[in-house]
C-alpha cells in the first residue's frame, strides 16, 4: 500500500514522453489524465499519496479532531491549488468537477472548526449544522446528478447511432435490390452494378464463413487441409 504510489511514480516516469503507449498498466494509471506537462502526468500519483496521508493522519491523530480537521483542510487546498492551476483531466467538464468537489471539502472543513471550537449560541451551531449537511448533500446530489445526466446522453447517443446504422443498412438493402432488378431487365449492358452484385455476394459469403471459422480455430481444426 505504501509502496504503491512510488511504483505509480515510477512507471508513469518510465513512460515520459511516451504516453500514447498501448501498455495496459499505463492506460490504467493515466486514464482520465491529459498528460501535458510533469505535474499534469502525475496526477494519479498525487492522488494515491494524498489519499494515503490522509489515512495516515486521520489514525495517528485520532484523539485530536482539531488536526484531523486541519490536515484535511490543507490537503483540500494544495489540491485545489493544483487542479485549477494545472488542469491535469482530459476536458473541462471533469476539471471543473473537481474543482467544485474540493470547493466542498474546504467549505465543510472550515464549517466543521466551529464545531471543534465549541464557541457560538446553540441556535447559531445548529445553523451550522444545517449548513454543513446542506454543503455535503448538495456535493453528493450535484455528482450524482452528472453521473444520471452523462447515463442517460450516453444512452441516447448509442439509440441515435443504431437507428442511423438500421437507416443505412436500409439504404444499401434498397439500393442493391433497384440494381439487381436493372440487371435483370437490361442483362449484360450494366457491367459496373453486375460487378458491385457480384462483390456483394462474395462478402455475405465470407460474413457468413467467418463463425464457421473461428470455431474451426477454437477447436484446432487445420483449415488449410479443408477442400
Known amino acids: 500500500m505504501v509502496y504503491f504510489p512510488v511504483y505509480a511514480y515510477k512507471y508513469i516516469m518510465f513512460y515520459s514522453g511516451r504516453y500514447d503507449s498501448k501498455d495496459a498498466i499505463l492506460e490504467v494509471l493515466m486514464a482520465g489524465v491529459r498528460p501535458r506537462d510533469y505535474h499534469s502526468a502525475l496526477y494519479t500519483v ?15 491523530f485520532v484523539d485530536y479532531p482539531f488536526f484531523q480537521c ?11 491549488i493544483y487542479v485549477v492551476t494545472v488542469s491535469p483531466l482530459e476536458d473541462l467538464k471533469q476539471n471543473r468537477i473537481e474543482v467544485f468537489n474540493e470547493l466542498s471539502i474546504m467549505f465543510c472543513a472550515h464549517t466543521y472548526n466551529i464545531f ?7 441556535s447559531f451551531i445548529n445553523g451550522t449544522g444545517w449548513v454543513f449537511m446542506g454543503t455535503a448533500s448538495f456535493n453528493i446530489l450535484g455528482n450524482t446528478a452528472i453521473v444520471v445526466f ?13 437507428k442511423q446504422e438500421q437507416q443505412r443498412l436500409i439504404l444499401i438493402s434498397e439500393r442493391r435490390e433497384n440494381r439487381e432488378n436493372i440487371v435483370k431487365e437490361a442483362p449484360g449492358t450494366m457491367k459496373q452494378f453486375e460487378f458491385e452484385i457480384s462483390v456483394h455476394e462474395v462478402l455475405e459469403k465470407v460474413k457468413a464463413w467467418m463463425p464457421h471459422r473461428r470455431w474451426l480455430l477454437a477447436n484446432k481444426v487445420k483449415i488449410s487441409e479443408l477442400p
Not at 46 to 60: E, K, P, S
Open 46 to 60: 498525487y492522488f494515491l499519496v494524498r489519499r494515503l496521508m490522509a489515512g495516515i493522519l486521520l489514525v495517528l
Open 150 to 162: 452523462e447515463t442517460i446522453q450516453d444512452a441516447a447517443s448509442k439509440w441515435t447511432n443504431i
Open 116 to 122: 471543534l471550537r465549541g464557541e457560538g449560541t446553540i
Open 70 to 80: 486541519a490536515f484535511l483542510l490543507v490537503f483540500s487546498t494544495i489540491n485545489f
